[in-house]
């Protein structure tokens, strides 16, 4: 399914296909696995977790995502930002990216929210000058004061959160991929969140936004897209995504065939993002 677009993108899928390799038989380990590869004795199905899906999001521009899960959505924002390597297809990216794909992933429970201030910036590939720069601002939007001396394992689970995003937010960047970031904190942070990203918007970030919430969808998105079993269902409106969307979740099923299977082969994944 595509999409014909007549403004430059900043992020552009072309008939993007993702296959995930699933043994037919399991295989109760590294050593078992080894002999019967060798043997060639290994037979695989193919998992197609994405399915010619082409989609592109303008600069200055928040495009919403939404599906049940195992739709493919994470699939899809992984693919984006080159962990892993479309089967199928291409993607442009234009300019810098920053994916909120995990907040927090890189954080050390036995360090201080300090030290983890660093540890995460310098993961996001800011230097540690940038970060001493930014650090003040950072621990003030995470509204942590004294506790940013604290080990994070102190921390709730809120109090982390909102010190992941505030990190991953510090800097604007032309690209930004996030995966229910928006979840994190209470009321008031996620309200501090959306006016973040509305500001990223206005500067000309091209935001990619999953989300289940069809609330934020409509209230951050004026375009959004469907995705099912991997495939692209609807694009357009965002209202006219979530309306159809949520009509059609009421009417069916949870989908159970498009969660990847646990000993799927993954698709090359790259251990750093190119710029």
Same mark, same amino acid.
């Given at each position: 399914?595509?999409?014909?677009?007549?403004?430059?993108?900043?992020?552009?899928?072309?008939?993007?296909? =993702?296959?995930?390799?699933?043994?037919?038989?399991? =295989?109760? *380990? $590294?050593?078992?696995?080894?002999?019967?590869? !060798?043997?060639?004795?290994?037979?695989?199905?193919? $998992?197609?977790?994405?399915?010619?899906?082409?989609?592109? =999001?303008?600069?200055?521009?928040?495009?919403?995502?939404?599906?049940?899960?195992?739709?493919?959505?994470?699939?899809?924002?992984?693919?984006?930002?080159?962990? &892993?390597?479309?089967?199928? *297809?291409?993607?442009?990216?234009? *300019?810098?990216?920053?994916? &909120?794909?995990?907040?927090?992933?890189?954080?050390?429970?036995?360090?201080?929210?300090?030290?983890?201030?660093?540890?995460? *910036?310098?993961?996001?590939?800011?230097?540690?000058?940038?970060? #001493?720069?930014?650090?003040?601002?950072?621990?003030? @939007?995470?509204?942590?004061?004294?506790?940013?001396?604290?080990?994070?394992?102190? @921390?709730?689970?809120?109090?982390?959160?909102?010190?992941?995003?505030?990190?991953?937010?510090?800097?604007?960047?032309?690209?930004?991929?996030?995966?229910?970031?928006?979840?994190?904190?209470?009321?008031?942070?996620?309200?501090?969140?959306?006016?973040?990203?509305?500001?990223?918007?206005?500067?000309?970030?091209?935001?990619?936004?999953?989300?289940?919430?069809?609330?934020?969808?409509?209230?951050?998105?004026?375009?959004?897209?469907?995705?099912?079993?991997?495939?692209?269902?609807?694009?357009?409106?965002?209202?006219?995504?979530?309306?159809?969307?949520?009509?059609?979740?009421?009417?069916? #099923?949870?989908?159970?065939?498009?969660?990847?299977?646990?000993?799927?082969?993954?698709?090359?994944?790259?251990?750093? !993002?190119?710029?």
């Amino acid at each position: 399914m595509s999409e014909a677009v007549n403004y430059p993108s900043a992020v552009e899928l072309e008939s993007v296909s =993702v296959r995930y390799r699933v043994p037919r038989e399991r =295989v109760s *380990g $590294f050593k078992e696995y080894a002999i019967r590869w !060798i043997q060639g004795r290994i037979e695989y199905i193919d $998992f197609w977790a994405l399915k010619d899906v082409s989609l592109s =999001v303008a600069p200055g521009e928040i495009f919403g995502l939404m599906g049940p899960n195992g739709a493919g959505k994470t699939t899809l924002l992984k693919t984006v930002a080159r962990v &892993l390597e479309p089967t199928e *297809g291409r993607v442009r990216v234009r *300019g810098r990216m920053a994916p &909120l794909l995990e907040l927090g992933a890189g954080f050390h429970p036995e360090l201080t929210g300090r030290e983890n201030v660093f540890l995460y *910036g310098t993961l996001l590939g800011h230097t540690r000058r940038e970060m #001493a720069a930014m650090f003040d601002e950072i621990v003030d @939007y995470a509204g942590l004061g004294a506790f940013i001396d604290s080990p994070l394992r102190v @921390y709730s689970t809120g109090m982390a959160s909102r010190l992941a995003f505030a990190v991953a937010t510090c800097q604007r960047a032309d690209v930004l991929l996030i995966d229910e970031a928006l979840a994190v904190g209470d009321a008031a942070f996620q309200e501090k969140c959306s006016e973040r990203l509305e500001s990223f918007r206005s500067e000309g970030s091209a935001i990619l936004f999953v989300s289940h919430y069809a609330d934020a969808v409509r209230r951050l998105c004026k375009r959004a897209a469907w995705l099912a079993r991997g495939e692209i269902r609807q694009v357009g409106s965002a209202d006219g995504v979530v309306d159809a969307y949520l009509s059609t979740e009421a009417g069916e #099923a949870p989908a159970q065939d498009a969660q990847i299977p646990d000993n799927a082969s993954l698709p090359v994944a790259r251990a750093e !993002i190119r710029k």
